[in-house]
């Protein structure tokens, strides 16, 4: 799925029907602002080139 077709709201209140959890329409509208910033931030962190020699490393160590 493309980004653009991306629905936050459609996404929260599937996800609300797949967990059984009720989202109060009070509600509703901070959860899917909450969301669309994850999405944001999400993005970023994904979008972050990676050189193809980097291993796993199993424990951090600073």
Same mark, same amino acid.
């Given at each position: 799925? =493309? =980004?653009?077709? !991306?629905?936050?709201?459609?996404?929260?209140?599937?996800?609300?029907?797949?967990?059984?959890?009720?989202?109060?329409?009070?509600?509703?509208?901070?959860?899917?602002?909450? !969301?669309? =910033?994850?999405?944001?931030?999400?993005?970023?962190?994904?979008? !972050?080139?990676?050189?193809?020699?980097?291993?796993?490393?199993?424990? !951090?160590?600073?």
């Amino acid at each position: 799925m =493309r =980004r653009e077709e !991306f629905d936050v709201g459609e996404y929260v209140d599937l996800i609300g029907l797949l967990l059984d959890l009720e989202i109060k329409n009070q509600y509703r509208d901070g959860v899917v602002a909450n !969301f669309e =910033r994850i999405m944001a931030i999400a993005n970023l962190v994904n979008s !972050f080139p990676l050189p193809e020699e980097i291993e796993v490393a199993p424990v !951090f160590e600073p």
